[in-house]
């Protein structure tokens, strides 16, 4: 199946363009074009199997691309293909930005309540400050997701480190009922390798992947903000 993504390239202002570029891909080929930081891959890929698969292909694509006319102009830009149109049958499909499985997201309600604690711990706590950055790039970022969310683990792991001196995970686990076979089978197999810039070994992921581990890292970035919340003296970490 044709399929036709398009998106934008941040920031915007940048004006970034790009003459027709045909690709070669594994069962078919992609074209790119670029004008005014509107992007547009076309692919025709049999291997493809939906248009969300899609939109993951045309992300890589567009960033490789994109990437390459950054790093010849010493510029960074950022890519979002955000609309995946099914040439066959026309079907329209936006891609947003809150996951889900089965209906159910990461959304946690009520929200306000958490909203005010989490931004109010952010300002005096760098770690979940950190922490909640990583925790929001994983949300979108597919390549990324693992590294992200082990990034994110990790900063919560090192502010006990900061309390304590000692360089352990044994504290973080203690505090928040964590423990290290959970963390490593979720989030830190598939993170490895990639945070070690060995892309030929790391692990594929789907979306069932990912959704476990950006729940994990939900639930421990939850945690420690109901832990951190208990003592309302606590040292600020800026």
Same mark, same amino acid.
């Given at each position: 199946?044709?399929?036709?993504?398009? *998106?934008?390239?941040?920031?915007?202002?940048?004006?970034?363009?790009?003459?027709?570029?045909?690709?070669?891909?594994?069962?078919?080929?992609?074209?790119?074009?670029?004008?005014?930081?509107?992007?547009?891959?076309?692919?025709?890929?049999?291997?493809?199997? *939906?248009?969300?698969?899609?939109?993951?292909?045309?992300?890589?694509?567009?960033?490789?691309?994109?990437?390459?006319?950054?790093?010849?102009?010493?510029?960074?830009?950022?890519?979002?293909?955000?609309?995946?149109?099914?040439?066959?049958?026309?079907?329209?499909?936006?891609?947003?930005?809150?996951?889900?499985?089965?209906?159910?997201?990461?959304?946690?309600?009520?929200?306000?309540?958490?909203?005010?604690?989490?931004?109010?711990?952010?300002?005096?706590?760098?770690?979940?400050?950190?922490?909640?950055?990583?925790?929001?790039?994983?949300?979108?970022?597919?390549? &990324?997701?693992?590294?992200?969310?082990?990034?994110?683990?990790?900063?919560?792991?090192?502010?006990?480190?900061?309390?304590?001196?000692?360089?352990?995970?044994?504290?973080?686990?203690?505090?928040?009922?964590?423990?290290?076979?959970?963390?490593?089978?979720?989030?830190?197999?598939?993170?490895?390798?990639?945070?070690? *810039?060995?892309?030929?070994?790391?692990?594929?992921?789907?979306?069932?992947?990912?959704?476990?581990?950006?729940?994990?890292?939900?639930?421990?970035?939850?945690?420690?903000?109901?832990?951190?919340?208990?003592? &309302?003296?606590?040292?600020?970490?800026?």
């Amino acid at each position: 199946m044709k399929y036709i993504c398009t *998106g934008r390239i941040y920031p915007e202002r940048a004006n970034v363009n790009l003459s027709q570029i045909k690709l070669k891909l594994e069962k078919g080929t992609a074209v790119v074009s670029c004008g005014a930081s509107q992007i547009t891959v076309i692919l025709d890929e049999s291997s493809l199997d *939906g248009y969300i698969s899609a939109q993951i292909m045309a992300n890589d694509i567009a960033n490789i691309l994109i990437n390459a006319l950054g790093f010849s102009l010493g510029t960074g830009y950022r890519v979002e293909i955000s609309q995946v149109t099914e040439a066959d049958n026309n079907n329209v499909n936006v891609i947003g930005v809150k996951p889900s499985i089965e209906d159910q997201t990461l959304e946690i309600n009520p929200y306000i309540p958490i909203f005010n604690q989490s931004y109010k711990l952010s300002s005096k706590d760098i770690f979940f400050r950190l922490a909640l950055y990583d925790y929001s790039q994983a949300i979108t970022d597919v390549k &990324d997701c693992a590294t992200y969310c082990y990034r994110a683990i990790e900063g919560i792991k090192s502010a006990f480190v900061f309390e304590t001196g000692k360089d352990r995970w044994d504290d973080m686990h203690q505090s928040l009922k964590t423990d290290k076979e959970t963390i490593k089978s979720i989030v830190q197999q598939y993170a490895d390798p990639a945070r070690h *810039g060995n892309w030929v070994n790391a692990k594929p992921t789907n979306k069932f992947d990912r959704w476990k581990m950006l729940l994990l890292t939900r639930d421990i970035l939850i945690k420690y903000m109901n832990y951190a919340n208990k003592d &309302d003296g606590s040292s600020e970490r800026e």
